[in-house]
């Protein structure tokens, strides 16, 4: 067996192994603004219910391990005290994880990952419209670990108001488990999704996505191409060029006739069966390909 004294591995080592080893973990989709009123929006998977009266849930924007730094979550909460905790179901996991993406203070995430800002009715941060459930809370304590990298931030809220979508309630008015259908992180890039297992997300780039308010309107407006599938066309640092998709169109007889056939909903179908694959790149050189 292998035995670990956490005092004699780096800090990066030691994140790995209570990653891979404690999950799966349920996900904060935290929304907060900052002292100016601007909203941030991020996913914390240290993250789980503590009580029910008073309902209390606690996360933790743990302090960077690679620098120390704090992330913008921790601020905000310390000067604003509200948050609304978001739940993450299947159908937003890609855009939840762009919105993870490291983008500067005052970058609106709702407007990066393609999500509603919903008003809320006791808390001034904005809820995400597409969430299952949201939580409304007050901050009622934050406690720091530690002063060093790895180290946890526990925001301690307390929850004022419950939105449940109605689509999600069983017949008697509960919550489905099955309808619901939650994610959860694990370690690495693996996710678990309650109704079927694991599956993988690669982790958003180090270096910025151009984010799903980037991407054309004809594209993101789309009624074939789901949230997850803009997702994962706004994590890319930037677009192929046109000499790129021109060669790849005239490489690949089909897509060239189907570019011919300019039939948009045919077009978006085989870029979704690219995205499934994870083959972004071939996705968005069909998607900007163009008839003569």
Known sequence: MLTIDPKEVSTGKLHRYLLGAIGPRPIAFASTID???RPNLSPFSFFNVFGSNPPTLIFSPARRGRDN??????NNVK?????????????????????STEYAEGVNEFEKAGFSMLKSELVRPFRVAESPVQFECKVKQV????QEGGAGNL????????HINENILDEDGFIDQHKIDLVARMGGNWYSRANLGMFEVPKPLSS????????????????????NDLGKLGNVEALPKKDEVDSFIAENKDLADLVKANNKKDIHNQAQLFLEKNDTDAAWKLLLAKTD
């Open 69 to 74: 730094t704090v992330k913008h979550t921790y």
């Open 155 to 162: 925001v301690i809220c307390e929850v004022l108001k419950m």
């Open 143 to 146: 406690i720091e670990t530690g």
């Open 208 to 227: 910025l996505g151009i984010g799903i308010d980037a991407i054309p309107a004809e594209i993101r407006e789309s009624k074939t191409l789901t949230g």
């Open 79 to 99: 000067n604003i005290d509200e948050v609304v905790i978001n739940i993450v179901n299947y159908d937003i996991v890609q855009q939840m994880s762009l919105s």
């Open 35 to 37: 002292a100016e009123g």
